[in-house]
């Protein structure tokens, strides 16, 4: 593990301390593995690492997975990382998705009022915000190389089987809480959905070496 005095937000910091990467099951943990390797062999070579979290519309999974993993790479003390997310079509940050982040202990301002919200997301006082909203891949905002393709929904998956510029592509899919939309359940399962994906953004940062 990178040791790091780098110091996240209160109440994120409390959500990662109750965190047990041991909850990840092999099984997960063989799909994650990837992942681990493409961070490790940039960290070995010193290079920048970009991972795009990619899903259908942009709108849950991949903002949840993009953030995490932003927020992960700071709390481990791995520099050099920029995260980022896109959809295979653009839609908009869903409000429940915000509102879980926010809850979590980020610090989220609205930047533009449209039917595609703009949304700073901040986990830190020394780091920049990630900047949300739904984006396709070819968005100016996504890097057009050398970039780790992760594939956060099956739907994204399948109908992407190849990701124009990418180093790598690693599908880890996640099931979507939009099943859960209007109904009582929908905060808890957005919470158990950013909590799992927290979760293995954990384990993914907690193993690479410098």
Request: proline fraction near 6%; glycine fraction near 4%.
């Amino acid at each position: 593990m990178i040791s790091t005095q780098a110091t996240v937000y209160p109440g994120i910091a409390e959500i990662i301390k109750g965190l047990d990467p041991n909850t990840v099951p092999a099984e997960r943990k063989e799909t994650l593995q990837p992942l681990l390797d493409f961070i490790q062999a940039k960290v070995k070579d010193g290079a920048e690492i970009r991972l795009n979290f990619i899903c259908t519309h942009n709108s849950r999974r991949s903002h949840l997975s993009q953030v995490w993993a932003q927020a992960m790479a700071y709390h481990f003390g791995i520099a050099n990382v920029q995260c980022y997310s896109a959809g295979t079509e653009s839609t908009a940050l869903f409000p429940m998705a915000a509102q879980t982040l926010s809850d979590s202990g980020f610090e989220i301002q609205t930047l533009s009022k449209t039917d595609n919200p703009i949304y700073s997301i901040k986990f830190a006082d020394r780091e920049h915000p990630v900047i949300g909203f739904s984006k396709t891949l070819d968005h100016d905002f996504n890097p057009k190389s050398g970039f780790a393709a992760i594939m956060t929904c099956s739907q994204a998956d399948a109908g992407c089987p190849f990701i124009a510029g990418a180093e790598v592509r690693i599908p880890i899919t996640y099931e979507d809480p939009k099943a859960f939309d209007n109904t009582p359940q929908q905060a808890e399962k957005y919470r158990e959905r950013s909590l799992q994906i927290a979760t293995e953004m954990f384990y993914v940062f907690s193993q690479i070496q410098s």
